[in-house]
């Protein structure tokens, strides 16, 4: 747990309550398992003490938000922050009730990355949280002979992909954040990183997607926790015409990872719930990143910087690119 | 002696019905000669086009697709083919990186009046796509897990949604029409 | 249905008056049944004959018997009897051997007959200025100087080679083209025409950029030879700096010889830079701008229907009244009246329709015709019933394609219970037999496998309609112009494309639905916002053709600028016009004037608007005017305007005029200063009137005094049309004329109360300085604020503010919105006399809508399943005409009377919640796995 960042979070949160501003106040309470955080919604000052903020809140609570007509406050970080200026401007939520507690953001852990660093040993606990980028965590824990371990991580080993080439760490357009902001890191060939196929050929490409994607179970944990994905029918359940299979068949697997990316492009903001979640640790980010660096490169657009712009797709310029026709 | 068959690649073509469905019929009129591969369904304007509609046509076991519109400024809609063009544009590069082969997928703006262009582009498409050969990728197995084989529409009701003027008209059913092979 | 073509057709005389004139027509023989001829183009293609093309100018050859371009109308054949050997020899008669319709008749005969009518309009068209008899343009000496508009059809996709460009010397690639401008216009000295033409510094930027663009590889150029460079209508200006942004050479310099290159190839054209060094440059082609000229015939017309030509043979109008000649009840339009572009063509061609059906409003609807249609049967419920017709258009499809291998394999497709193979699936005695099948086999969907749908589907959908079925119930195969016509060599592979095609187009019909169309009621008044000139003459427009009006003024004055103008095409007095058009709008009863006041509010779509005004007043309307205007930009800022009372822009110099308190003899030093925020980075437009507007009241001062010294200063001279005129008067006046660029302006100092002007001379090449007691700035026009009514209206605005057309060529009155036009400057500046033009073209596009009764909607619209819905407003982001907005709740809902089915919405959702009715996604996904199934 990171001390400043919850306290700061807990006080922010109390006060809109107290002071009848929100009905609600969307954040992250300590999960059952130590690596976990998980949503919660206070409805009471009291509960707010409850909250916390953790190298693990990989949710995206913009999704908890989307969609309720009461006025709430969401705990934000850069990423969940552009996710709501995009839901507001699908009208997912009106801007008037919504109250953003802005959290800039040294990038989230991936639990599968400090396990993977512990060689199949037990994790009880989070001993030390720190809140600079560069600092390092502590986890430990005891095997059922009573053997104890503590394991000092950088935290710059074990980060999720996704926070390694952030561009928006502060929050944007948030009512209130609730500590100094921290700098932008990204740099590098972040390009090139959202894109690491592209180095194959059209067979290797191919091979490395089937590949990729072969272990879906189709639990739909990453549409779940998707902040994007609020259609009332998902075009994979749709049945007249129904087009694209229900099965574990590969074409089908695969058109749904397919089209679900597809209908992100412009509007993803690579928070990586969608690999946090899911549980066969399959890399959606392979579509999602190499989508979200096209819309940047090819129209300039970044999703979510605020609530007005129309989303890429729903917008052209005369002089756009289209390298792809004769 | 008996003849070799060529390799015929099986292409769907999506023409805008202003456009390049009209430089079509107007390659017709001047006799212009292209291979007999590929097969066009006439779309309003290529803002009609549905990336569900690529994809389905890759998992129908297309082996090229074609998209021709409008030039960019000339559409009947005013607007249509800017919108594809951003829409098809991403898709295109999205099929390309998950390594469906160059070469498969064309694009191009072809106005009514230009029919050699038409004609050349369709044996460019055609010539593209057969030295590819058939396609297996993204290519929905027939039946690996036994949808039933195509479904006949016993009823007009299940053919398509009802009108919303219809009070009671049952709704569509849902194996009806779809599945497979809709 | 209510348009007659008479093709082939000729006047012989005209009888009668305004109202009532018959009209004595002779129609040439056609030798070819168009009721019979299919266009399949066998005689054509047979016909021994071959002539020189006139369509391509003269480029290629085509047949004695033929069509004039691909896509003529009607699409029918026509024996050219000159050139027919059978007609001319007795011998021959190849194509009536191989027509497969039996349409060739070479006993036809002329044909005279009359017509009576109300009014006429005139719209012979122009030709072009031949510049053969000319020796210092080289035409007929070298063989590589060709006109624009042969280089025009060398250009064009469908000319005599595909759009590839070679030239006539040797059949090789240019790569070095050079335009002469001005040839054939703007000359003084030969017999050439001393007006300007309008169109060709547009038309030669069009051909150099289009050849830029086309042009690959090394070594190509593009130079413009010109005088000024004239693009002064909407966007040009933009248009010719993309030209020289993409290297297209801009040469001020008129060449003064052009000599064959080696051995008879290429151009060596010697010319004076603007320095004055004298210059040679070899081009490999020289293309002529031609200007435009009276038709041949405008002598003939003219005597016919005894009209007065100007000058030039142009027909004689006056600037208040554009399109009226000098006999009542003839109008003129086009090319005929003054050269012009298209969109000022298309304009005043909708101008002459309101001014040609103004007086005939009590006849309206008596000599037209409406088709009667039966009752569609009620198919609901009813499984497939499809009839397959395959057609073998008499040899067309069948010698290529196994029509009977076709027809017997439609039989085995599901739902399919009737099949027949046509001789002629499009004859008229076909029609009547499928009409009959459909009622004795019931059949509920039909499939046609024949030619195109853009050609006859709405035939064939007019049989089902006379059967008694929807139709929408209808698919076609097009086996013949995407079969048998383009596989003529692969027949196995024709037939087996042919299966196909049928088993789409039955698996398309299994997903159709019979279509509703919605018919709606129309309000017949029409609301025109601003009571300027083109205010007024539209809503005295529309009052005339008898529809309500409501004019809503801003001022409590009517008027706008031209209250501020004192003369128009530099003799035509303003105030007694503006007088006379006040107190006739003001005076007709079908126009309530809402002065003082603004529009607070607009609600509806085409046919049933309601709008609000300021004032609290609601109206009722099935059409809007905007003619909201423009305003005269304050040129705070620049040459020291606002630092001396006689440093003026044009309105507040013609004020001066007209008051008396600018006497033109008062006058001994004038100087005027052109493109005053005009042409500018910020401001990039032409603002197309100031040229003209600084020559009139140059002129003025000269005419009064002759002994003023009068300087303009200007980049181009924009005297476009006629209007060149007055600039040759304006110079034959003792006006002196020189040319500034923007790296040398002008400057303008004001010292003790005396205004000076420093300019540096572009022929001496040094700075002079004169003194000026009256300094007048040619300051732009620019659009007024009407952001708010643009956003209430839905109207799309450009970046400088000008309402955007639907269409800037063919559609230059229309909004993208149903029932809403544009008339005047808020579209674009222009002169008097070009926006009462487009103020009757507004009148007539209001006519179209509240001449109906009620309005019938297509079927094919987009509708929305609410069940799926999610109210993230895609869809009416994309949607280009504002059909769709959110209902109460939030979810997107489509306004039928608003959509034009172009399906933009269906394929942005992410939820599939739209779908277009007659192109459903099922529809499209059911042939797609019909092809591969």
Not at chain 3, 316 to 343: H, M, N, W
């Amino acid at each position: 747990m990171m001390k400043t960042r919850t306290e700061a979070i807990r006080a922010a949160a109390r006060t809109l309550l107290e002071e009848g501003r929100v009905d609600a106040v969307i954040g992250y309470v300590q999960g059952t398992i130590p690596l976990r955080a998980q949503p919660f919604v206070a409805y009471t000052p009291e509960e707010c003490d409850r909250f916390i903020w953790s190298s693990f809140c990989g949710g995206n609570l913009a999704s908890i938000a989307s969609g309720r007509t009461d006025r709430v406050a969401v705990v934000a970080q850069g990423c969940v922050s552009r996710n709501l200026n995009g839901l507001v401007h699908e009208n997912r939520i009106q801007r008037e009730n919504l109250y953003i507690i802005g959290v800039p953001c040294i990038g989230m852990l991936d639990q599968r990355k400090v396990e993977a660093k512990l060689f199949g040993r037990n994790i009880e606990f989070l001993k030390r949280d720190p809140e600079e980028d560069l600092g390092e965590i502590v986890v430990g824990g005891c095997n059922a002979m009573g053997e104890c371990y503590e394991e000092v991580i950088k935290r710059r080993d074990v980060k999720r992909d996704n926070c390694y080439t952030c561009m928006h760490r502060n929050p944007v357009g948030a009512d209130t954040v609730v500590v100094e902001p921290v700098s932008e890191t990204a740099g590098g060939d972040i390009n090139a990183v959202a894109t690491p196929w592209m180095r194959f050929d059209a067979d290797r490409r191919w091979e490395e997607f089937a590949k990729n994607f072969e272990d879906c179970i189709r639990c739909y944990a990453c549409r779940d926790v998707c902040p994007l994905c609020y259609c009332t029918t998902c075009f994979v359940d749709e049945s007249n015409p129904q087009w694209c299979g229900k099965t574990q068949d590969s074409a089908d697997v695969q058109t749904f990872h397919i089209l679900r990316a597809f209908h992100c492009a412009g509007r993803c903001t690579d928070c990586g719930a969608c690999e946090s979640a899911c549980p066969q640790g399959i890399k959606m980010r392979r579509l999602t990143s190499m989508l979200e660096k096209d819309v940047r490169t090819l129209w300039g657009h970044e999703p979510g910087m605020d609530s007005t712009t129309k989303p890429p797709l729903s917008t052209y310029r005369p002089d756009d690119p289209e390298d792809h026709f004769k | 002696m008996k003849e070799i068959e060529l390799y015929e690649p099986r292409i769907v073509a999506f023409f805008c019905h202003w456009c390049s469905y009209g430089a079509a019929d107007l390659a017709g009129v001047s006799r212009m000669e292209y291979p007999a591969s590929f097969r066009a369904v006439r779309i309003p304007c290529t803002g009609r086009m549905s990336p569900k509609f690529i994809l389905h046509a890759l998992r129908q076991g297309a082996d090229g697709i074609w998209v021709s519109g409008c030039h960019p400024g000339d559409c009947h809609y005013g607007t249509g083919n800017y919108h594809s063009r951003r829409r098809l544009e991403l898709l295109k590069n999205m099929l390309d990186y998950i390594g469906i082969e160059e070469g498969r997928i064309h694009f191009s703006w072809i106005s009514s009046a230009e029919a050699e262009k038409f004609q050349q582009m369709a044996i460019r498409v055609v010539e593209a796509v057969r030295g590819l050969g058939p396609n297996t990728r993204l290519v929905k197995s027939v039946c690996s897990n036994c949808i039933p084989p195509v479904p006949t529409c016993d009823t007009m009701h299940e053919c398509y949604e009802p009108l919303e003027e219809i009070p009671g008209a049952p709704r569509p059913n849902g194996s009806c029409c779809g599945g497979n092979g809709l | 249905m209510n348009i007659e073509l008479l093709p082939l057709t000729g006047v012989r005389s005209v009888e009668g008056e305004a109202g009532d004139f018959t009209v004595h027509l002779t129609q040439a023989p056609r030798y070819i049944d168009p009721e019979k001829c299919i266009a399949c183009g066998e005689c054509s293609r047979k016909c021994p004959s071959k002539v020189s093309n006139d369509f391509n100018a003269g480029l290629d050859k085509r047949k004695a018997v033929h069509i004039l371009y691909d896509q003529t109308v009607p699409l029918k054949y026509a024996i050219d009897a000159e050139h027919c050997i059978y007609l001319q020899k007795g011998k021959c008669g190849n194509c009536a051997k191989v027509c497969p319709a039996d349409a060739v008749n070479f006993a036809d005969t002329p044909r005279e007959f009359s017509v009576r009518v109300g009014s006429v309009v005139l719209a012979p068209g122009i030709r072009t200025f031949d510049p053969s008899a000319f020796d210092s343009y080289a035409y007929s000496r070298i063989p590589d100087v060709i006109t624009s508009l042969e280089y025009e059809r060398l250009l064009s996709a469908s000319g005599p080679c595909q759009g590839h460009v070679l030239r006539p010397s040797d059949g090789t690639e240019p790569k070095r083209i050079a335009w002469l401008q001005c040839v054939g216009s703007r000359g003084n000295n030969k017999c050439d025409n001393d007006y300007c033409s309008n169109v060709c510094c547009m038309y030669a930027l069009k051909q150099s950029l289009v050849t830029a663009d086309h042009a690959h590889g090394e070594g190509h150029d593009q130079a413009i030879f010109f005088m000024d460079v004239r693009a002064h209508n909407k966007s040009f200006e933009q248009y010719y700096n993309q030209a020289m942004d993409k290297g297209v050479r801009i040469l001020r310099a008129r060449p003064h010889s052009f000599l064959p290159g080696e051995e008879n190839r290429g151009v060596r054209v010697g010319y004076v830079n603007e320095a004055g060094e004298p210059l040679s440059e070899d081009f490999d082609m020289v293309v002529l701008s031609v200007g435009l000229e009276a038709p041949a015939e405008a002598k003939q017309l003219a005597e016919t229907f005894d009209i007065k030509l100007d000058h030039w043979n142009f027909a004689l109008t006056d600037p208040f009244d554009p399109v009226a000649t000098s006999r009542k009840g003839v109008y003129v339009c086009g090319g005929f009246q003054e050269p012009k572009d298209i969109p000022r063509s298309v304009m005043e061609a909708s101008a002459a329709a309101s001014a040609a059906t103004a007086g005939l409003t009590k006849g309206r609807g008596t000599r037209t015709a409406e088709r009667e249609v039966p009752a569609a049967v009620d198919v609901l419920g009813e499984p497939p019933r499809i009839g397959v017709f395959v057609c073998s258009c008499g040899i067309n499809i069948s010698s290529v394609i196994d029509v009977q291998d076709v027809a017997d394999y439609a039989r085995t497709l599901p739902g399919v219970v009737h099949v027949e193979n046509n001789m002629f699936s499009c004859s008229q005695d076909t029609q009547v037999a499928i009409a009959e099948v459909i009622r004795k086999h019931r059949l509920n969907r039909v499939v046609v496998a024949a030619c195109t749908p853009r050609t006859h589907e709405p035939l064939f959908r007019e049989t089902l309609e006379a059967a008694g079925l929807n139709k929408y119930l209808f698919a076609m195969a097009n086996i013949r112009n995407h079969g048998s016509w383009v596989h003529a060599t692969d027949p196995k592979g024709a037939t087996r494309k042919a299966r196909d095609q049928v088993r789409m187009a039955v698996a398309s019909a299994r997903h159709l639905a019979p279509l509703k169309e919605v018919t709606l009621g129309v309000t017949p008044s029409a609301l025109v916002v601003g009571g300027g000139v083109a205010g007024m003459t539209a809503a005295l427009g529309i009052a005339e053709q008898g529809f309500a009006v409501h004019l809503v003024e801003r001022e409590t004055e009517l008027g706008g600028n031209a209250r501020m103008l004192r003369v128009t095409q530099g003799r035509f007095e303003t105030a007694p016009y503006l007088a006379s058009l006040e107190k006739a709008v003001r005076g007709h009863a079908g126009i309530t004037l809402h002065a003082g006041t603004t529009v607070a509010d607009v609600e509806g779509f085409v046919g049933n608007f309601v709008t609000r005004l300021d004032s609290g007043t609601e109206l009722r309307h099935g059409a809007i005017v905007l003619a909201t205007g423009g305003v005269g930009l304050k040129p705070e800022g620049m040459y020291r305007y606002g630092e001396h009372p006689r440093i003026m822009t044009h309105q507040q110099i013609d004020a001066g005029f007209m008051d008396g308190s600018v006497d033109p003899k008062a006058l001994q030093s004038v100087v005027f200063i052109q493109c005053v925020g005009s042409r500018e980075p910020g401001r990039p437009y032409c603002s197309r009137v100031c040229c003209t507007h600084t020559v009139e009241s140059a002129l003025h001062i000269k005419r009064t005094n002759p002994d003023a010294r009068v300087v303009v200063l200007y980049r181009d001279m924009r005297t476009y049309g006629q209007r060149e005129l007055l600039y040759k008067e304006a110079r034959e006046a003792g006006v002196i004329f020189s040319r500034f660029s923007l790296d040398h302006r002008p400057v303008v100092d004001v010292v003790n109360g005396t205004i000076t002007v420093t300019f540096r001379d572009h022929v001496l090449q040094q700075d002079l300085t004169v003194e000026a007691d009256l300094l007048g700035l040619a300051s732009a026009i620019v659009a007024p604020d009407v952001n708010g009514l643009a956003q209430m209206v839905k109207a799309t605005l450009s970046d400088e503010g000008w309402y955007v057309e639907a269409h800037s060529k063919l559609r230059p009155v229309d909004f993208v919105t149903d029932g809403m036009f544009m008339a005047g400057l808020g579209h674009y500046p222009k002169p008097l006399e070009e926006s009462v033009t487009q103020a009757r073209a507004a009148v007539s596009r209001v006519t179209t809508v509240l001449s109906r009764t009620e309005m019938t909607l297509a079927g094919t619209v987009a509708t929305i399943n609410k069940a799926k819905c999610v109210g993230c407003a895609v869809c009416w982001n994309v949607c280009p005409y504002n059909a769709i907005s959110p209902d109460e709740k939030g979810f997107a809902e489509v306004n039928e009377a608003l959509c034009k089915g172009c399906g933009l919405c269906a394929a942005a959702c992410r939820s599939g919640a739209p779908d277009l009715r007659g192109f459903t996604t099922s529809d499209i996904m059911a042939q797609v796995s019909a092809m591969l199934g």
